[in-house]
């Protein structure tokens, strides 16, 4: 291994790729752990963000083999999407009972299935960028975790001061079902000759989300009324 100006190259590209797309994985575990007690939050984020590095690791040594799995990102995407549409609707319940039911492992359960495919996209960005080294990649796996762990605490504190985040985090979580579903193998050939398709799923994913949010305020409303 020579530690050479391309080493450092692939070694900052891997630390940006990791504070983008650890985002996504952030925003599902402040999603999922919003609704839990505050004193049951922190153990949720533990755990979520713990299942997360196991498969990291796991779709670390299989990154190769993975990347060109037909409908996997098919799958993932409407699992994004749908993730996506019941957090939100979970959160914008306002009955107290419903959210004290949530347990920390309906929280963890939701975080890994979502983190099935979003780590995916995660390792395959990192593997491309560490061209074959192990030291660069396992380095990427590494700082991806405290990165999620943080940031998905702090965003679900802020989601508690300010409920607007949750509607834009779902919002980007549409947009990365949209986009995953539109790059996966078995779809890419098909929509090539359209110019931007991929831009079109991705505001496809947003729109559903915040239709589904109009939708879920207006039941609220009309049930509001009826009482």
Not at 30 to 48: D, E, H, T
Not at 137 to 158: D, E, N, Q, R, T
Request: glycine share 8%; aromatic share 8%.
């Amino acid at each position: 291994m020579h530690f050479d100006a391309a080493f450092f190259t692939s070694l900052l590209s891997i630390v940006l790729i990791d504070i983008i797309l650890s985002g996504d994985n952030s925003i599902v575990i402040a999603l999922a752990v919003r609704s839990l007690p505050p004193q049951k939050r922190r153990l949720g984020i533990l755990l979520g963000a713990g299942s997360a590095a196991v498969l990291r690791v796991l779709f670390t040594m299989l990154a190769a083999r993975l990347m060109g799995v037909p409908y996997l990102k098919l799958v993932g995407g409407f699992l994004i999407l749908w993730i996506a549409l019941k957090l939100l609707a979970e959160n914008e319940d306002s009955n107290a009972e419903t959210r004290e039911a949530r347990s920390v492992w309906h929280a963890v359960w939701m975080i890994l299935v979502a983190d099935v495919t979003m780590s995916l996209d995660n390792v395959l960005g990192v593997a491309g960028a560490a061209h074959g080294s192990m030291i660069l990649l396992w380095f990427g796996l590494c700082l991806s975790i405290p990165l999620v762990v943080f940031a998905s605490s702090m965003l679900s504190k802020l989601m508690g001061r300010f409920p607007i985040i949750v509607l834009f985090g779902s919002a980007v979580l549409g947009k990365v079902g949209g986009e995953m579903i539109a790059g996966d193998p078995v779809l890419r050939p098909l929509l090539s000759p359209f110019h931007r398709a991929d831009k079109v799923f991705e505001f496809v994913g947003i729109a559903l989300v915040f239709a589904w949010a109009i939708w879920i305020r207006r039941r609220k409303r009309l049930a509001a009324a009826k009482d």
